[in-house]
């Protein structure tokens, strides 16, 4: 029988938002609540749980979504138990998200989700907080967790789809000015904060705006950047080193696999093949 345990996390960069991973076979929750916004998944076996007098599976595939204050419970009904990953949002953060949203109130309107997409989302944005602890990595952080935190209550929620509407536009100057930034200065560590404030719109409006202009979030856009100016530096004979840190990788290991992830290469093999 597998050792049951639970293990809790906080990333620096979001101090108040709660993680955890569970690893139970025998072990199971009594019937309780929460004071935070409690999302979910399992990654192996399955999890039976009783929600306002109904009872629910979750699976891999699925995801748990339960509002604060609402009374359930959990236990293993597979052979060799399940493993959890569970985020606890403040009731504060999900209230900003509604102001975002025009909406005096956010809430899940059911507490099971079948999408495996999203499911394999929440799981990178899990892991991704759990392990990444790099101050430099902020606005990756930030960015990965407001476009989910968005998709996930702009389509799960009690909001009306038709009411999410900013008053708030990022002009096309806007987005130029932003992109300039980027590729003059691509080894400087961006935060969503700064960058939204110098444009008048909220972080959560200025992620929207820019993903639905350039089809990818600021972070994803800037690491790109950073990529492409790596590489035509290796191609000048610039060292590994050097060219990781100027370019804003402040750790080769992350340079050397975000190099492979976008070219299939690594940086060293690269630079072989074309000096």
Same mark, same amino acid.
């Given at each position: 029988? *597998? ?15 709660? @993680?955890?991973? +569970?690893?139970?076979?025998?072990? +199971?929750?009594? %019937? ?5 916004? =409690? ?12 929600? $306002? ?12 979504? @339960? ?17 959890? =990953? ?12 509604? %102001? ?24 990178? @944005?899990? #892991? ?31 909001? &009306? ?17 932003? /992109?300039?930034? !980027? ?19 909220? #972080?959560?409006? !200025?992620? %929207?705006?820019? $993903? ?5 979030? &600021? =972070?994803?856009?800037? #690491?790109?950047? *950073? @990529?492409?100016?790596? /590489?035509?530096?290796?191609? $000048? ?19 050397? #696999?975000?190099?492979?992830? +976008? ?8 630079? %072989?093949?074309?000096?």
């Amino acid at each position: 029988m *597998r050792q049951e345990k639970i293990e809790y996390w906080h990333n620096p960069v979001l101090p108040n938002i709660e @993680l955890s991973s +569970a690893n139970v076979e025998q072990f +199971a929750f009594e %019937r309780h609540i929460h004071l935070d916004y =409690h999302i979910g998944i399992v990654t192996s076996g399955c999890q039976q749980y009783q929600h $306002k007098g109904k009872q629910y599976l979750l699976a891999p595939g699925f995801i748990s979504t @339960l509002n604060p204050d609402e009374a359930h419970n959990g236990e293993n009904i597979t052979l060799g138990g399940y493993q959890s =990953h569970v985020m606890a949002l403040p009731v504060d953060y999900v209230n900003d998200i509604s %102001r975002e949203m025009n909406q005096s109130e956010t809430f899940f309107n059911a507490p099971l989700i079948n999408n495996p997409t999203l499911s394999r989302a929440f799981l990178h @944005l899990h #892991k991704l907080l759990t392990t990444e602890q790099d101050g430099s990595a902020q606005l990756h952080i930030e960015t990965t967790m407001i476009a989910f935190i968005t998709e996930l209550f702009m389509h799960h929620s009690g909001i &009306p789809i038709q009411q999410h509407i900013s008053t708030k536009q990022l002009s096309t100057q806007q987005l130029s000015y932003i /992109k300039t930034l !980027f590729h003059d200065e691509p080894g400087q560590p961006f935060q969503l904060d700064d960058l939204a404030q110098q444009l008048d719109l909220s #972080k959560f409006q !200025f992620l %929207r705006q820019f $993903k639905q202009s350039m089809g990818m979030t &600021p =972070h994803a856009y800037l #690491k790109r950047v *950073r @990529l492409e100016y790596a /590489k035509k530096a290796l191609m $000048k004979g610039g060292n590994l080193s050097d060219v990781a840190y100027q370019v804003g990788f402040f750790d080769q290991s992350h340079f050397n #696999k975000a190099f492979k992830n +976008a070219y299939l290469i690594t940086p060293s093999h690269f630079q %072989r093949r074309v000096l």
